[in-house]
């Protein structure tokens, strides 16, 4: 699938901050390491989601995707995030702002080559463009889903012409990624499952006279990567849900995940 090759390395600051991203161990899953090239990415990455841990950690009948939380230096030197607004058309999640990513076909390699080739395909990003440079920890939905997310940083953002997949995407547009940390432009909404509270944060984002309302786990995404890259939690309580972090729990096992996710549809909406 995508092309690995040595993209433009960018300003210092987005130098610097590679290289820091590689460094950076989530909780469960190894980072991307220095080599560039796909016969030493894929081993790392593969690893993350083809162990045998991780085949006895996630049940079969669990579908898995990935998504592409891909930074770039602005014109004021601010780190901005792109992201979509899914075509009102859709069946599911029409309308509403998405990280680019899907499903993972059986041709994808891994998590990032499900990444790099949704985001391909659904806003014409090409592969070469994006220096992957962490995998961060899974998370599960309450819809069956594994869905992992997948950080690069395109480095030459003039090089990447946006060409919205007419059937899934409606506006391609970009944010700040540091908003995601700041307590402004933002409300939440208490939840429950299974007796636990948690929040579901909405951002307002205005940007050329149109406003857009990102939410659920894409806002939840965005705060987990922003509080990486600037290395501070958020200026308000995240409180996410528990089972969003079912992915890297040493206790879950297959035989209770139908269990607990036969709990999560009492709570359908939202998350």
Not at 6 to 18: D, F, I, R, T, W
Not at 212 to 231: D, F, H, N, P
Request: aromatic fraction near 8%.
């Amino acid at each position: 699938m995508g092309s690995y090759n040595n993209p433009n390395p960018g300003s210092e600051a987005l130098v610097n901050l590679a290289q820091r991203l590689r460094l950076y161990k989530p909780t469960r899953i190894h980072q991307i390491p220095d080599s560039v090239s796909r016969e030493t990415r894929f081993p790392v990455v593969k690893s993350i989601s083809n162990t045998p841990e991780s085949d006895h950690r996630h049940p079969q009948n669990l579908k898995r995707a990935a998504v592409l939380v891909c930074v770039f230096q602005g014109n004021n030197g601010d780190l901005r995030v792109i992201l979509t607004k899914r075509s009102s058309t859709l069946s599911s999640h029409s309308g509403e702002v998405a990280l680019p990513g899907g499903k993972r076909d059986e041709t994808d390699a891994d998590d990032v080559d499900t990444a790099l080739r949704e985001a391909k395909e659904e806003i014409g990003l090409d592969p070469s463009l994006v220096n992957v440079v962490v995998v961060l920890d899974p998370i599960f939905t309450k819809h069956r889903m594994i869905v992992v997310p997948v950080v690069g940083i395109l480095s030459d953002a003039e090089a990447f012409k946006p060409s919205p997949c007419a059937d899934e995407v409606e506006v391609i547009f970009d944010a700040p990624l540091e908003m995601f940390l700041k307590d402004e432009n933002r409300w939440a909404e208490e939840k429950e499952w299974k007796g636990e509270k948690y929040l579901l944060h909405y951002f307002d984002y205005e940007t050329e006279n149109v406003r857009y309302l990102i939410w659920a786990l894409t806002a939840g995404v965005l705060i987990r990567v922003a509080s990486v890259v600037y290395e501070r939690p958020p200026a308000f309580l995240e409180l996410r849900p528990k089972f969003w972090d079912m992915a890297i729990t040493e206790d879950v096992s297959v035989g209770n995940f139908d269990q607990e996710f036969e709990c999560q549809r009492l709570y359908r909406k939202g998350g």
